[in-house]
């Protein structure tokens, strides 16, 4: 069974900093994997998805790898604000079914 | 915007009634998922659909079922609420080529006392 695990938990960082969120997961036969974030009594919003073929995906101050073999994919975010705080999840896709890790919840401090 | 309606927002009711809960694309995209989310469990599978009346079970599936007549709609359905379907519950629809679910609605907080 596939299981997503995500580190650290919570991070709190002050404005300006680089940083870098941490997602693994147990099998490596996946179709792609998504990195969503998720405001508080808000839904998911998919940030990047990068398919089993690529190693990487940018939009903006944000950058996703993939490492299939190693089981691992990572999110990197440039100049964090403020407007960056909310929680963020990866999930794993190996077939009609998304496995979702249980989050890094980021607080981005003026 | 996907354009994914969920109804209604909040829900309390009691253990043993039957609950509804309607998901709502503007779109006619062929898959649609119903997930809920607990502290400690994340977000898991409940059901999901491949098209008008294609239905499968994903992880969590007991006690519940769905329905799709059309394709705009999916309903989820707890047949005999018990307060451990007390949770927020999502719907989402791949847009994708493909069926990776991608855009989620706004989600159910459903009380079950």
């Known amino acids: 069974k596939q299981e997503v695990t995500q580190i650290p938990a919570a991070l709190s960082v002050p404005e300006g900093e680089n940083l870098v969120l941490n997602c693994s997961f147990t099998d490596s036969a996946i179709y792609n994997l998504q990195w969503f974030r998720q405001d508080p009594g808000k839904g998911l919003t998919s940030l990047l998805l990068i398919q089993s073929s690529q190693r990487e995906q940018t939009s903006g101050r944000l950058n996703a790898s993939l490492d299939k073999s190693s089981g691992r994919s990572t999110l990197y975010i440039a100049a964090s604000q403020p407007g960056d705080s909310a929680t963020y999840l990866c999930?794993?896709?190996?077939?009609?079914?998304?496995?979702f890790g249980g989050g890094t919840r980021l607080m981005v401090k003026p | 915007d996907a354009g994914i309606t969920q109804s209604p927002r909040h829900k309390v009711t009691e253990t043993g009634t039957p609950v509804t809960l309607r998901c709502h694309q503007t779109e006619n995209h062929r898959y649609m998922y119903w997930y809920r989310q607990d502290p400690g469990h994340g977000l898991r599978l409940i059901h999901y659909s491949y098209g008008v009346k294609d239905t499968d079970k994903g992880e969590v599936s007991d006690g519940y079922s769905v329905s799709r007549s059309k394709t705009e709609d999916f309903l989820l359905t707890l047949e005999s609420a018990t307060s451990s379907q007390t949770s927020v519950y999502f719907c989402?629809?791949?847009?994708?080529?493909?069926?990776?679910?991608?855009?989620f609605g706004d989600g159910t907080r459903l009380s079950i006392l």
């Open positions: 989402a629809i791949s847009t994708l080529e493909g069926s990776t679910p991608q855009h």
């Open positions: 999930a794993v896709d190996a077939g009609n079914m998304l496995t």
